[in-house]
């Protein structure tokens, strides 16, 4: 199919994952520690059907596994965040990478800050504050700590993609191949997480295992795969508008499925959110 259509197709099943993750109802870290190692598998499979060469230089190798510790800690922020503000908030706050990788640009790459990007935060901010109810302290401790997770997943994923970027840039290495170490790396650091913070590998019922299958499968190796393959192929404004159909499914799901109740300032907040996130998407390219 055209790159367009890879990338909306791709984008549309990663807006699933909240959601899965909050259906499959196991506990966060055993959530991600399955989610990879299905992904690790499948990847796997593709890996072979597609007769990759497997090849990646020890700096490669390095990359990606910092790019696995980088994922696993955003699944930890990430999944906790899902079940304490719900799948919708929660992605469209770890959309909010954007903001953090070009802070990290600028400190650690000297890339500028323009006026076009602080117009972008503020007015993700803007529409945060409307989304929150404007009054922080009112807001249940559960809440506010969601917030905060869900920011700090936005603060771990820009570090996994500027990571993968490095990996990726000036080499052949193929975005499967790429996966499958990330996969990897990330399934054995949440596996050695799970009986450290008290979780259980324990998988209750046919329709969780079955929830864990399908965001493993549909969400993070068929999704990450067409989008992978179709980014680098399109224009980066365009790459950036059919992405953010991601975070704005996620929140309709939200809302379809678990009925979240939401009132007309949010949704306003919801779009403030949107332009910001894709304002500071364009700002970068």
């Known amino acids: ?60 190798l390095l990359l990606l596994c910092g790019c696995g510790l980088s994922l696993s800690l955003d699944f930890m922020c990430w999944h906790r965040s899902i079940l304490l503000v719900g799948p919708g908030l929660s992605t469209l706050l770890g959309n909010c990478q954007v903001f953090f990788t070009a802070l990290f640009s600028f400190l650690f790459l000297r890339q500028r800050i323009s006026a076009m990007f602080m117009f972008a935060v503020a007015t993700a901010l803007v529409g945060l504050f409307f989304v929150t109810g404007g009054d922080w302290e009112s807001l249940g401790h559960g809440f506010r700590l969601g917030v905060i997770l869900g920011l700090a997943t936005a603060v771990f994923y820009s570090g996994y993609i500027m990571l993968l970027k490095q990996a990726l840039t000036g080499s052949a290495l193929s975005g499967v191949t790429a996966m499958l170490v990330i996969s990897v790396v990330s399934s054995v650091l949440l596996g050695l997480v799970v009986p450290f913070g008290g979780e259980s590998f324990a998988i209750p019922d046919a329709g969780s295992l079955f929830a864990l299958l399908g965001v493993g499968v549909l969400s993070t190796t068929i999704g990450w795969t067409l989008i992978s393959s179709a980014i680098r192929e399109i224009p980066a404004t365009l790459a950036g508008l059919v992405l953010l159909t991601q975070p704005a499914l996620s929140f309709l799901w939200d809302v379809l499925i678990f009925h979240r109740p939401t009132t007309g300032v949010e949704v306003i907040g919801i779009v403030l959110i949107l332009l910001g996130i894709y304002v500071g998407s364009y700002r970068r390219e």
């Open 1 to 60: 199919p055209l790159p367009p259509f890879r990338l909306l197709a791709g984008s549309v099943c990663i807006s699933f994952s909240a959601i899965v993750i909050k259906l499959a109802g196991v506990a966060p870290d055993s959530a991600g520690f399955y989610r990879m190692l299905v992904a690790a598998l499948s990847l796997l499979v593709l890996l072979l059907l597609k007769r990759d060469r497997f090849a990646v230089s020890r700096r490669q």
